[in-house]
């Protein structure tokens, strides 16, 4: 009676073994951009990371619109309108997605460059540059968000209202 059991049981974990280790159909694993919870007018991921939020008619969350603003206003002198790259910088919209999270925020608050590269291929620190860095989560699921085609290129057309919980937050972190 024990030993059927455990040979029972050794061979459902040899399946589940199987299973957890079978490649999901052909396709590469997709970055993690699902919606597990919206805080605050911001949607996360099951790992709290900030993801997207874009409704079936094409109406995008605010931190979308507001990551769109702030990445053209900031960004797209060096990586390109869009986030498609340029010669001189890479396409944010591809290192959003290959990139851990706070290691992408790491760059964009301590600047990076190269050994050894020229003096003009240095991507500055932000830290201390409100106009980013109250914006970094918004500009970082913009890029998520056209690094998985789930927007255009372009101003989105179509926006949610401000929400007052990030107007608030907005408003700390500028003044603070
Ligand atoms: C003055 C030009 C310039 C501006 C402005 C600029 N960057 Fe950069 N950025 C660069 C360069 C050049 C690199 C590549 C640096 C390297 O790898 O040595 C880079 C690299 C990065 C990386 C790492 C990408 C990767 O795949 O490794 C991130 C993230 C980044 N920039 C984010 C931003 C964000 C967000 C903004 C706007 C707030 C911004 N950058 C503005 C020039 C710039």
Redesign the pocket.
């Known amino acids: 009676m024990t030993k059927k059991f455990s040979l029972l049981s050794a061979s459902v974990m040899a399946v589940a073994a199987i299973l957890a280790s079978a490649p999901i159909g052909a396709e590469e694993v997709k970055p993690d951009v699902a919606v597990e919870y919206v805080e605050g007018g911001r949607a996360f991921t099951k790992d709290d990371i900030p993801t997207y939020f874009i409704a079936e008619d094409g109406t995008v969350d605010w931190p979308v619109f507001s990551g769109f603003r ?2 053209h206003a ?6 390109g309108p869009d986030g498609e790259g340029s010669t ?5 919209k ?3 997605l ?2 851990d999270y706070y ?2 925020i790491e ?2 608050a301590s600047g ?3 050994v050894g ?1 020229s003096e003009n ?4 620190a ?1 830290g201390t ?1 409100k106009n ?1 860095m109250c914006f ?1 989560d918004d ?2 699921v913009y ?1 998520k968000a056209r690094g998985m085609d789930a927007i255009a290129r372009g101003r989105p057309a179509k926006k949610v209202d401000k929400p007052d919980e990030l107007r608030a937050e907005e408003e700390e972190c500028m003044s603070g």
Not at 74 to 79: L, T
Not at 88 to 92: E, T, V
């Open positions: 702030r990445y900031e960004c797209h002198v060096c990586h001189y910088a890479p396409a944010l591809e290192s959003a290959a990139m290691d992408f760059v964009i990076r460059q190269k590269a291929s240095v991507m500055p932000f540059n980013v970094v500009i970082y890029l």
